[in-house]
């Protein structure tokens, strides 16, 4: 098994960093190296992928060649394999916007470092085969996210990236707790093992307080509701590059670690896990949809957006069934790609803003100055609110399919309702943007940020919308394997 594909998306960005810092003073040569990292990383998280679809088997490798569980492990498989493409994905595509941004940060000698630490940190999180590297990987993500922030042009960044900071480090208290209840209790922090260990002794008086604790972790990690409050403020006060990337895939590190406690770490406990999910997913579609239509500024709408397309992936993790974790994947995946291209477009028109801002009242009809970026936006709303001929309509198709094939009527009545309102806040946003006229006292700016890399997503949406059956086969594959735990326990341990 070619195993160097396993640890090239991880090395390649640390590697592109390092470059990065010693070729600071030459800004150009910067660009084209962080590039030209997150590309290569790019084609070594889809070869991963390739390799696990067409052969069926994850791709292991064990650092130092210490076996596990004693060594550090590496693994690929169908759930961490589609999840580091997706979010690769908008990592490049946000250090491509970076390249046409006319932020003034993206020019600070550590911007572009920063950006691909942070690709280092998720990557390595989605791939590592325990949970103590989970927690140093996560821990290199929020450093550089925080860091990101603060720099921004906002004037608010800098307490935002306190909020985020201190936020999760409250929240990495907690997974150390959570690592620390679960070494005392079966001497291991190897996920594979540990599905062993658990599953042998289940009813262990420290396994429900490391649960709770993971529980906690993952729920912030994804700004899940009660854990929510932070996020706005700090997605909204982020770069767009950065923004586009924190409420796209950084967010979905939680609803990997949702999938993974349900179906290998703590099985016995799903039904439990999967309740709360189902209705913390219901309140967060609502809360999240009400937040959007209320709020005042295009970037803050869509952050709260974000709370309601994760309560939409959480009640198809909940409902549990392989149709459902599927459809949940396919959501994932496909709000990704909607989510950051929204944003980068929320970016550009505020760009071309006489003062740089999302706020409603100051891009109140900007937008007419660049139709084709309204073309962009509406097609991006479309398929954030489930419309046809877009990779939302496949997602909320495949996951009403999964709700009747569960008879969740309730929840199904209340995700369709979130939907409804997704639709509103979309529109009052684009009418306000582009429909009314701009006021006579303002002038736009004749240029701003650029639109290839939010074309590139929204036809990459409409393409998955057309054509949508190697991701919904490819999801279907992934929640079979997931069903199965002792692959991935055999693939780690052998025998």
Same mark, same amino acid.
């Given at each position: 098994?070619?195993?160097?594909?396993?640890?090239?998306?991880i090395?390649?960005?640390l590697?592109?960093?390092a470059?990065g810092?010693?070729?600071?003073?030459?800004?150009?040569?910067?660009?084209?190296?962080?590039?030209?990292?997150?590309l290569?990383?790019?084609?070594?998280?889809?070869?991963?992928?390739?390799?696990? #679809?067409?052969?069926?088997?994850?791709?292991?490798?064990q650092?130092?060649a210490?076996?596990?569980?004693?060594?550090?492990?590496?693994?690929?498989?169908y759930?961490?394999?589609?999840?580091v493409?997706?979010?690769q994905?908008?990592?490049?595509?946000?250090?491509?916007?970076?390249?046409?941004?006319?932020?003034?940060c993206?020019?600070y000698?550590?911007?572009?470092p920063?950006?691909?630490?942070?690709?280092?940190g998720?990557?390595?999180?989605?791939?590592?085969?325990?949970l103590?590297?989970?927690?140093?990987? #996560?821990?290199?993500?929020?450093?550089?996210?925080?860091?990101?922030?603060?720099?921004s042009d906002?004037?608010?960044?800098?307490?935002?990236?306190?909020?985020?900071?201190?936020?999760?480090?409250?929240?990495?208290?907690?997974?150390?707790?959570?690592?620390? #209840?679960?070494?005392?209790?079966?001497?291991?922090?190897n996920m594979?093992?540990?599905?062993?260990q658990?599953?042998a002794?289940?009813?262990?008086?420290?396994?429900?307080?490391?649960?709770v604790?993971?529980l906690?972790?993952?729920?912030v990690?994804?700004?899940?509701?009660?854990?929510?409050?932070?996020?706005?403020?700090?997605?909204?006060a982020?770069?767009?590059?950065?923004?586009?990337?924190?409420s796209?895939?950084?967010?979905?590190?939680?609803?990997y670690g949702?999938?993974?406690?349900?179906t290998?770490?703590?099985?016995?406990?799903?039904?439990?896990?999967?309740?709360?999910?189902?209705?913390?997913?219901c309140?967060?579609v609502?809360?999240?949809g009400l937040?959007?239509?209320?709020t005042?500024?295009?970037?803050?709408m869509l952050?709260?957006?974000?709370?309601?397309?994760?309560g939409?992936?959480?009640?198809?993790?909940?409902?549990g069934?392989?149709?459902?974790?599927?459809?949940?994947?396919?959501?994932?995946f496909?709000h990704?790609?909607?989510?950051?291209?929204?944003?980068?477009?929320a970016?550009?028109?505020?760009?071309?803003?006489p003062?740089?801002?999302?706020?409603?009242?100051?891009?109140?009809?900007?937008?007419?100055?660049?139709?084709?970026?309204?073309?962009?936006?509406?097609?991006?709303?479309?398929?954030?609110?489930?419309?046809?001929?877009?990779n939302?309509?496949i997602?909320?198709l495949?996951?009403?399919q999964s709700?009747?094939?569960a008879?969740?009527?309730?929840?199904?009545?209340?995700?369709?309702?979130?939907?409804?309102i997704?639709?509103?806040?979309i529109?009052?946003?684009?009418?306000?943007?582009?429909?009314?006229a701009?006021?006579?006292?303002?002038?736009?700016?004749?240029?701003?940020?650029l639109?290839?890399?939010?074309?590139?997503?929204?036809?990459?949406c409409l393409?998955?919308?057309?054509?949508a059956?190697?991701?919904?086969?490819?999801?279907?594959?992934?929640?079979a394997?997931l069903?199965?735990?002792?692959?991935?326990?055999?693939?780690?341990?052998g025998g």
């Open positions: 098994m070619k195993s160097w594909l396993v640890y090239l998306p090395l390649l960005p590697l592109g960093a470059l810092l010693l070729v600071r003073k030459y800004h150009r040569l910067q660009v084209g190296l962080t590039v030209v990292f997150i290569a990383a790019l084609v070594c998280s889809l070869g991963m992928l390739y390799t696990v #679809a067409t052969t069926g088997q994850p791709v292991v490798f650092l130092g210490w076996p596990a569980p004693a060594g550090i492990t590496l693994i690929g498989d759930l961490s394999a589609l999840m493409v997706m979010s994905i908008v990592l490049a595509a946000g250090i491509l916007y970076a390249t046409g941004c006319r932020d003034k993206v020019h000698p550590a911007f572009y920063l950006f691909l630490t942070l690709a280092t998720l990557t390595g999180a989605l791939l590592t085969g325990d103590f590297n989970l927690f140093v990987f #996560a821990e290199l993500m929020v450093i550089s996210g925080a860091v990101l922030t603060a720099v906002d004037r608010f960044g800098v307490e935002a990236a306190y909020k985020y900071f201190y936020i999760s480090l409250l929240a990495s208290m907690f997974l150390l707790l959570g690592c620390g #209840a679960l070494y005392a209790a079966y001497g291991t922090l594979a093992d540990l599905g062993v658990i599953a002794n289940p009813e262990h008086p420290l396994s429900g307080l490391a649960l604790f993971l906690a972790f993952f729920m990690k994804s700004a899940v509701v009660p854990f929510h409050f932070w996020q706005p403020d700090f997605h909204t982020a770069p767009t590059p950065v923004h586009a990337v924190l796209s895939v950084v967010v979905k590190l939680g609803v949702f999938i993974r406690m349900t290998l770490l703590f099985p016995t406990r799903a039904p439990e896990i999967n309740l709360l999910l189902v209705v913390l997913g309140f967060g609502l809360l999240g937040g959007a239509t209320g005042y500024d295009a970037k803050r952050a709260y957006s974000t709370l309601g397309q994760i939409f992936i959480l009640v198809g993790i909940g409902w069934s392989p149709v459902a974790l599927a459809a949940a994947l396919v959501y994932a496909n990704s790609l909607i989510k950051s291209a929204m944003l980068m477009l970016g550009a028109i505020a760009s071309r803003a003062v740089k801002s999302a706020a409603f009242k100051v891009v109140v009809g900007v937008g007419k100055s660049s139709p084709y970026a309204g073309v962009l936006f509406f097609l991006g709303g479309i398929a954030l609110a489930g419309l046809p001929p877009t939302g309509f997602s909320k495949v996951l009403f709700g009747l094939q008879q969740a009527y309730i929840p199904l009545i209340v995700i369709a309702s979130a939907s409804i997704t639709f509103i806040y529109i009052r946003s684009f009418m306000k943007i582009w429909w009314e701009l006021p006579i006292s303002k002038k736009t700016k004749p240029t701003g940020d639109l290839i890399v939010p074309t590139i997503l929204i036809g990459l393409a998955l919308g057309v054509w059956q190697p991701l919904v086969k490819l999801a279907q594959d992934t929640a394997w069903g199965q735990p002792m692959l991935y326990i055999q693939a780690v341990l």
